[in-house]
């Protein structure tokens, strides 16, 4: 009877609802760091890695672990920081938790398109500083019937859609690469598909929901930001470098754009002093990359990822792979894994 647990090593902490799962089917480990050297000094003979956001998984700290390596889990949704290919070719599933943040992340966007167009941040700031007259000094406006565009309506921009026109009535509209069922759209009030430009050009709010890769990166910059109506409030709720956060400063500075709203940075964590935008309040809000960090979503994220991660190791399908399990399982065999 074979009596070996698998060793999983982690990262990151998370909640215990996947921490005790781990813990129960296997000899958990926990990292004493996310550089890449002591990754790579401490996951030879890793069955499986658990990751966050911290760490670059690159094909050397994958040689590092060796041949005992089948599964990388990711706890949250974006894998950027993650080599897929390299994973691929080794042989190593990955795995991620697609729409266990959904609900925490698209109220977090709703959230700060309510705090920007109520100026509650510099109302806050002002109060706290005694004045209390301030209170005549900005003229906000409601989000009710005002227009919305979704940049990449996936399940968390979808979500978004639906909150905005089923509470708001905000007229949605979106681009995205894949086309979308007609039920997909309906709960949002039948959001209407439009091309970039025109997204860009008639939106007074506009959130951001795409993967970060090679055709999103910088995807708003000097020259997008130009068509953006000025009295447009911009939000980024997925990944840092899709926004170029040096000309966004500039459109704000030059009354280009009504407000940012930002939850995710080019670099993480993000440069203070001598960000270009941490440290202003009239037009923006910032928050630390915590959109998910809510019970719900936490629960979510652990639970699904380490499932997921038991059920590789298991030798099942996994229920959220990043990569293609048939080809995972043609490079294992390839490799006499």
Request: aromatic share 6%.
């Amino acid at each position: 009877m074979n009596t070996h647990k698998p060793v999983i090593l982690s990262l990151t902490k998370m909640h215990e609802a996947g921490l005790g799962l781990l813990r129960e089917a296997g000899n958990l480990k926990m990292s004493s760091g996310w550089d890449q050297a002591t990754i790579c000094r401490e996951i030879p003979g890793a069955d499986a890695l658990v990751i966050r956001t911290q760490g670059e998984i690159n094909a050397a700290v994958m040689d590092a672990a060796g041949p005992s390596l089948k599964v990388i889990g990711r706890h949250g949704v974006g894998f950027d920081h993650v080599d897929i290919d390299a994973a691929t070719e080794r042989g190593i599933q990955v795995v991620y938790t697609p729409g266990a943040n959904l609900e925490s992340v698209a109220e977090h966007a709703i959230s700060m398109m309510i705090a920007l167009s109520k100026f509650f941040m510099p109302s806050i700031e002002a109060l706290k500083q005694g004045d209390y007259f301030a209170r005549t000094k900005w003229m906000g406006r409601d989000i009710k019937g005002r227009s919305l565009g979704i940049i990449g309506f996936g399940r968390i921009g979808k979500r978004l859609g639906e909150i905005a026109y089923q509470a708001f009535d905000m007229k949605v509209q979106y681009t995205d690469i894949m086309d979308m069922p007609k039920h997909a759209t309906e709960r949002a009030g039948g959001a209407q598909r439009v091309d970039l430009d025109t997204l860009l050009a008639t939106s007074e709010y506009i959130s951001l929901h795409v993967p970060l890769d090679s055709s999103t990166r910088k995807l708003i910059n000097r020259e997008t930001l130009a068509k953006i109506r000025p009295d447009c409030i911009l939000l980024n709720t997925c990944r840092g470098p899709v926004v170029d956060e040096l000309a966004v400063a500039e459109a704000l500075d030059e009354s280009r754009l009504f407000g940012y709203g930002a939850d995710v940075y080019e670099v993480e964590p993000p440069p203070v002093p001598g960000h270009p935008l941490i440290g202003r309040t009239d037009n923006v809000i910032l928050t630390p990359h915590n959109a998910a960090q809510t019970e719900e979503s936490l629960i979510n994220m652990a639970q699904w990822m380490a499932e997921d991660v038991l059920r590789v190791l298991q030798g099942q399908q996994p229920r959220y792979p990043v990569n293609n399990p048939q080809a995972v399982a043609a490079a294992r065999l390839k490799l006499g894994l």
